[in-house]
């Protein structure tokens, strides 16, 4: 039969009940004949309490030993759900990252997977054991346990199916899917059959959350095929049928895809972001690097970019961050960057959120941008930022108009109709 890896999220094994739910689960599949690897996150709101923890003990903890403590949430995890399984005649075998092992780079809180050594993993599997592998974790070169950032999970994942050349990776999550929209924003929103990984990346990197976008990442480059779940399901569920459940996550050019696409596939807002604005640069060969250098170098990812037409040898360039790198990357442009260029000031906004629509029907429909600008205007939002690719516009808004820019684009883009 086919070799599965499945990720179940913390609200999944949030409980001891819910662990034995998953595990009744995983017991299905492995008894309808599949191989199976699993890997699940932390109890929900495991981490967070592991976190808050090391914060009282030291206010900017050492980035080492945080990622020790923050590693731990998983591991208890893996050893109560091989328990279950065990306690229901399923021969189960944990493992933490490191003995895996999953090898990563050194940045701690945010590592990259180099390597994964599915030697082990695959013993395993030929002796019929079910394999529970801690998400979330690696080890650097130098035996460094390191953490790959909050949702990684997902992209352990996939990135163990990748190594293991898994027929399918599923994730199991508390929605059944990929939706046109949050549903708690726009209840008409509708659940996605089919999606295309680039549809997905886009839609990850635009604010949805179902899929952390470093696993998606993944999924494309090593084209492992990807499926969202509901854990909240019945377990009993007959395993055909939940296999064509929840939305699948494959290939522009799979047979399916090609009759022709919807202009747009789905909307998405992210209130995680923060703008940052740097006035009065000289316009000049350099400028860019000189002020985005020191924040690549601090390890704070850039997401939209914009620098205005030059006015007397002068120019403005705006950015946006993640929030929580938001009072990091303003203490480097004040401190080292402003001294440096000599531009007037460094100015931020919190108070914004980016809103994007997404899809492959964009490539071949024109007026798409301009019937998304229209719609805000007709609803009184002012644009602030705008960033484009093939398949995505975004705009940056201020952060009160987030929900009512998604529910109007949501509908005059006839997203609630099949």
Avoid at 4 to 33: D, L, M, N, P, Y
Avoid at 46 to 66: C, F, G, S, V
Avoid at 234 to 248: H, I, N, W, Y
Avoid at 344 to 358: L, P
Wanted: net charge negative; aromatic share 4%.
């Amino acid at each position: 039969m086919a070799l599965i890896v499945q990720k179940f999220g913390g609200t999944s094994v949030g409980s001891v009940e819910r662990i034995r739910s998953v595990a009744r689960r995983v017991a299905k599949w492995r008894a309808a004949g599949h191989d199976l690897v699993v890997v699940p996150s932390a109890m929900a709101g495991e981490t967070n309490r592991l976190i808050a923890l090391a914060h009282e003990l030291q206010p900017h903890p050492d980035a080492r030993e945080l990622d020790v403590v923050a590693a731990t949430g998983e591991q208890v995890s893996v050893g109560l759900l091989a328990m279950a399984l065990i306690e229901l005649g399923v021969q189960a075998r944990s493992y933490a990252g490191w003995q895996v092992k999953v090898l990563t780079d050194s940045s701690h809180g945010k590592a990259r997977i180099v390597a994964i050594d599915g030697e082990r993993l695959r013993n395993d599997l030929a002796e019929g054991r079910v394999v529970v592998v801690a998400g979330y974790q690696g080890v650097d070169a130098k035996g460094n346990v390191t953490t790959l950032g909050r949702g990684g999970s997902d992209t352990s994942a996939v990135a163990l199916a990748a190594a293991l050349e898994a027929d399918e990776c599923q994730i199991f999550t508390d929605v059944d899917g990929v939706y046109t929209a949050d549903p708690r924003i726009v209840p008409e929103a509708r659940r996605l059959h089919t999606v295309t990984f680039e549809e997905m990346l886009e839609m990850a990197s635009a604010g949805s959350k179902v899929l952390q976008i470093r696993s998606v990442e993944f999924a494309g480059k090593y084209r492992v095929p990807t499926r969202v779940l509901s854990s909240l399901t019945d377990p009993a569920m007959a395993v055909d049928e939940e296999a064509q459940s929840g939305t699948l996550i494959t290939f522009e050019e799979d047979p399916h895809m090609a009759m022709e696409k919807a202009v747009v596939s789905g909307v998405a807002a992210q209130r995680d972001e923060a703008k940052i604005t740097v006035p009065g640069v000289p316009d000049k060969p350099g400028i860019a690097y000189a002020i985005l250098g020191p924040i690549a170098d601090a390890n704070i990812d850039v997401d939209m970019i914009v620098q205005n037409v030059s006015h007397d040898g002068m120019t403005d360039l705006s950015f946006t961050v993640h929030r929580n790198d938001y009072p990091r990357a303003m203490k480097i442009l004040k401190g080292q960057v402003q001294p440096h260029i000599k531009c007037r000031d460094v100015t931020g906004d919190e108070r914004i959120a980016k809103v994007s629509i997404v899809g492959l029907g964009m490539r071949s429909h024109a007026g798409t941008a301009a019937k998304m600008f229209r719609t805000l205007a007709e609803e009184g939002i002012n644009i602030q930022m705008i960033s484009t690719s093939e398949i995505k516009i975004s705009v940056v808004i201020e952060e009160k108009y987030a929900e009512l820019a998604v529910r109007v684009l949501h509908k005059v883009f006839e997203l609630d109709q099949e």
